[in-house]
C-alpha cells in the first residue's frame, strides 16, 4: 500500500518545515539574522498508462493516464536575504550596512568570513573586533587616547585626539558583495563563508555602485516576521497531522483485510 510510504515522506517533509520555522522563531532577536524557507518537490511519478499510448488500433490515443506519485522530498532550505530594519543603539562601534553589502571578519585560520551583524567591540590592541575578537578587516587599529570615534557613511574610520583639531583617519571599511548572497554557507556566530553558488567576493568601498553605506550608532534587526512564521507553523502543524491521519486510514484499511475470512 503506497499510502504509507507516501504520506510517511509527507510527515519527515513537515517536520523539516518545523525545524526551519522554529529556527527562525528562535533567532527572531539575533541581530542582522535572515530569516528561511523550506522548499519542496514531488518524487518520481509510477505510469500504470501512459498518456500519449495508442489505445487502439484505429489511432484512439489516451488523453491523460494514470500517473501514481510517490510523494515528496525536500528540495532546499532557502535564505532569504532582504533587509531587516534598522534600530539606534547610541554605541559608537555599532554598525549597520543599509543596502548591499557585508563586512568582511579576519579568522584565526586566515581565511575570511562574511557578516552583517555589526555590533563590534574594540580589542586590547585597538582593533575593532566582533564579539569573539575576530578582527573586522579595514577597521585600523583606534589610538588609546581617541576620545571619540567616528564611521561615516563610506566606512572611513575617523577618531578624535586630544590637542588636535582635525580628525585623524585610521581605517577604511570595504564591504564585500556576492552575486548569490542565498548561496553562501552558514557557519554560526553571525558569520558566513563563500561558496561555489555563491561566487567569488566583490569589495568595494561602502556608497559606491552595487554597494550599501555604513550607519554608525545602528543595528539591523533580525527579518524574521513572528507573524508570518507563526501562521506557517500552523499550517505545519495541520500538514503533519493530516498524513499521520492518512498512515491511520491505510493501517485501518490494511486491518480489514487481515479480518476478512
Known amino acids: ?25 528562535a533567532n527572531m532577536n539575533t541581530t542582522a539574522f535572515k530569516r528561511q524557507r523550506a522548499e519542496f518537490q514531488d518524487l518520481i511519478y509510477q505510469n500504470q498508462r501512459r498518456a500519449g499510448a495508442a489505445s487502439s488500433d484505429a489511432n484512439t490515443i489516451v488523453p491523460s493516464g494514470i500517473q501514481l506519485g510517490l510523494g515528496v ?18 554605541n559608537s562601534l555599532d554598525m549597520a550596512v543599509q543596502g548591499k553589502g557585508w563586512f568582511q571578519v579576519e579568522m584565526p585560520s586566515g581565511e575570511t568570513a562574511y557578516t552583517r551583524a555589526g ?16 578582527t573586522v578587516k579595514g577597521g585600523g587599529t583606534i589610538p588609546r587616547d581617541a576620545l571619540d570615534i567616528t564611521i561615516n557613511t563610506s566606512g572611513e574610520v575617523l577618531v578624535k585626539q586630544a590637542g588636535q583639531a582635525q580628525l585623524q583617519r585610521v581605517g577604511q571599511f570595504e564591504l564585500a558583495s556576492f552575486a548569490n548572497d542565498a548561496g553562501l554557507q552558514a557557519s554560526g556566530d ?3 563563508q563563500n561558496t561555489t553558488a555563491s561566487g567569488d567576493p566583490v569589495t568595494g568601498t561602502a556608497g559606491r555602485q552595487g554597494f550599501g553605506t555604513l550607519l554608525q550608532g545602528f543595528l539591523e534587526t533580525s527579518n524574521v ?18 498524513n499521520s491521519k492518512v498512515i491511520k486510514a491505510a493501517d485501518e484499511m490494511m486491518s480489514s483485510l487481515n479480518q476478512m475470512r
Open 1 to 25: 500500500m503506497r499510502s504509507l510510504s507516501i504520506a510517511s515522506t509527507g510527515m519527515l517533509a513537515q517536520q523539516l518545515n518545523v525545524e526551519t520555522i522554529s529556527n527562525n522563531i
Open 73 to 90: 522530498r525536500a528540495a532546499a532550505v532557502y535564505r532569504i536575504t532582504e533587509q531587516g530594519n534598522l534600530t539606534t543603539t547610541g
Open 119 to 134: 555590533s563590534f567591540q574594540l580589542s586590547a590592541e585597538g582593533k575593532i573586533v566582533t564579539a569573539d575578537g575576530y
Open 190 to 192: 553571525n558569520l558566513f
Open 225 to 242: 516576521n513572528t507573524v508570518q512564521e507563526v501562521t506557517n507553523l500552523i499550517t505545519a502543524q495541520r500538514a503533519y497531522e493530516m
